[in-house]
C-alpha cells in the first residue's frame, strides 16, 4: 500500500501553512507570473487563474493521495493573505525521504518567510512523519534559495552540473531557456542539533492533522 502524506495544517509564530484551496487561486495566479519565480522555475508562462486553478483541484490532490508530495499554502498567520507555497515532491517512503521547495510572493520577500516556513515543514516531517532526508536543489545563481538553505541548516553536498534549465529576459522582453548548474543540499534530523526540539517547544509550530 502507498504510503500518503496526511492533510495538515502547521502554525508557526507569524505563518500558517495548509492545504491550497480555490480562495487562492487569484493570489498564486499572480504570485507565480513573479519575474523570479519565471526565471528559477519551470512554471509554465504566462500563468493564469485557470492553471492556478487545474494546480489546486488536480495536481495537488494527485501528488498527495499517490504519496508523490504534498503542496501547501503560506499565509500570514494575523491576515491570512497568501504569501507563498511549500512544495514536497519525489518522496521516497521506503528512505522516508523527500524534496522540499518553497516560492514566496514578491511582496513578502525579505521577511524571513520562506526560511520559517521551510523550517516548520522540515521538523513535521522530521518529528511527526519521521523522515531521515530532506533534500534542495537550488539553481547555482539563485542566492536567496540559497540562503533560506544555509539559513535552516542545510549541508552542501556537492552540484549537479548542467542538471537546471534556468529562464533570462532577454532586453526585448522575452525569455529564453540557459542550462545551469543544480546545488544539492540536504537536511537530517541530527543536523538541527537540538533546535527542533526548541523550535517545537518554543511554540515554533503546532501541527494538526486532518485539517479541514
Known sequence: MTSTFPTISISTERLGLRPLDEDDVPALADMMNDEQVTAWTAVPQPYDEAAARRWITEHTPAERTSGRGLDLAVTEFLTQRLVGVVQLSKTNWHVRSTELSYIIAP?????????EAALAT????????????????????NTASQQVAQKIGCISEGVLRGA?????RAEDGTWSEVRTDYIVWSLLPEDLDGGGEHFAESGGFTSYTDWN
Not at 164 to 168: E, G, T
Open 107 to 115: 511582496w513578502a520577500r525579505g521577511e524571513g518567510y520562506a526560511s
Open 122 to 141: 522540515a521538523q513535521w516531517l522530521f518529528t511527526d512523519q519521521k523522515f531521515e532526508r530532506i533534500e534542495l536543489r537550488t539553481a547555482a545563481g
Open 164 to 168: 537546471c534549465i534556468a529562464r533570462v
